[in-house]
């Protein structure tokens, strides 16, 4: 199970509504949860923030984080130990649209330059429009010449209510509601329980209101909508 699925599990156990069968229909197939037999299907999704993308396709807002910090990781890396105590914090600046194909020979040059002057004091550089690299001294010796510090994704912020209406949609109706016709047969009901990773109170009295408050309205073939905190299980809204 991924993260959310692990999640997901801990609710559906305790509504005490029957036995919880992970991927019942075998490995990778529809529903991603049984609940009580064949009385409920529950297909699982994180809740994220989305950016279109100049091709009008919406991809998740971890699809950058998974392309550049890695490798960015690994470069910091290569550049070795700590040297007589000397260590910098490295913090990451960045925004979409962001390749970091077409970035790493800047940040490689740039971090090069930096290392050989023969003095070096706190600064940024600024890789692209999209992406910024300060360094600061470090008063603790990490091991290593560059140690990653803070990341700070210029994309996210906003009200979070709003942004969970904003994505709410491109998260059902786009990711999940094609699964379901072709199956639906297959069990009495079907739920979708969607983690949410953008709204980190989960406290709003909007969630009260929001499957009312779409316009167009909310199109999907579940019989239930459910959005589980993703640090409680036990914290949960219907739609």
Known sequence: MDAEEEIA???????????????PEGYKTFPDFSLGGQAVGVEVRRLNQHYT???????????????????????LREF????????????????RPITWKRLR????????TFKAQAARTDTILAISETLGIELSRSTKDHGVYFFPW??????????????????????????????VPPIRNKYNAWWLVLVNNIDKNM????????GRNFDPPLAHPFDRLIIVDYRNHLNWIEL
């Open 9 to 23: 599990c801990q609710f559906l156990v305790s509504q005490n509504l029957g036995g919880v069968k992970y991927e």
């Open 53 to 75: 993308q100049r091709n009008r396709e919406q991809v998740g807002f971890e699809k950058a984080e998974f392309e550049i910090l890695p490798p960015l990781y690994t470069m």
């Open 80 to 95: 070795g130990p700590s040297v007589d105590g000397e260590c910098w914090h490295v913090t990451i600046d960045y925004r």
């Open 105 to 112: 020979n800047r940040v490689r040059t740039a971090l090069q």
């Open 150 to 179: 803070v990341i700070a994704d210029g994309n996210v912020g906003g009200n979070a209510a709003a942004l969970v209406m904003e994505n709410l949609r491109t998260c059902i109706e786009a990711k999940k509601s094609k699964v």
């Open 203 to 210: 406290e709003s009295d909007f969630y009260q209101d929001t």
